[in-house]
């Protein structure tokens, strides 16, 4: 009994190369396809066009592929996205420095420099009158 099941998935296993075989033109001319035995009467298939992974089995005989899960379509959304988001940088840097005046550089007028350097005079003498208290409370010593 068990010489017969190992016939039948051999022959089922031929059956299945042979249909693979039967494949478009396309298929046959570049070997599109690659199976790896993945344990008894299983098989791996590998799409060398589209990347796609299939699990193929055989069940009473009769042999049937499942294609394996993955996050393909997911990443080529990302890739697609990306794809565009950096064709249009690419547009806006092709159009040259005017694209976005507002994101230029503006340097200070002298009155917003005259502005800073009185908040910054103001600020040291603060700081130099916190000085002279703290060496009066030490006793006129230096700090």
Known sequence: MNAFL?????????????????????????GRFVLKEAGQNTFIRLDTFTGAVSHCSSS?????????????????QE??????ENDELKAKLAQGPDVAPES???????ADIDRVMMLIEKYLERFL???RKFEQRQDGEPI
């Open 60 to 76: 009473a005989g009769e042999w049937s592929c499942k294609s394996a899960s993955d996050d393909r379509a997911q990443l080529h």
């Open 129 to 131: 009158s916190f000085i």
């Open 79 to 84: 890739i697609a996205k990306l794809k565009k």
């Open 6 to 30: 190992r016939a039948r998935c051999n022959i089922a296993a031929y059956a299945l190369a042979l249909g693979l075989a039967a494949l478009p033109a396309q298929a046959e001319e570049s």
């Open 104 to 110: 230029r550089l503006a340097l200070p007028s002298e």
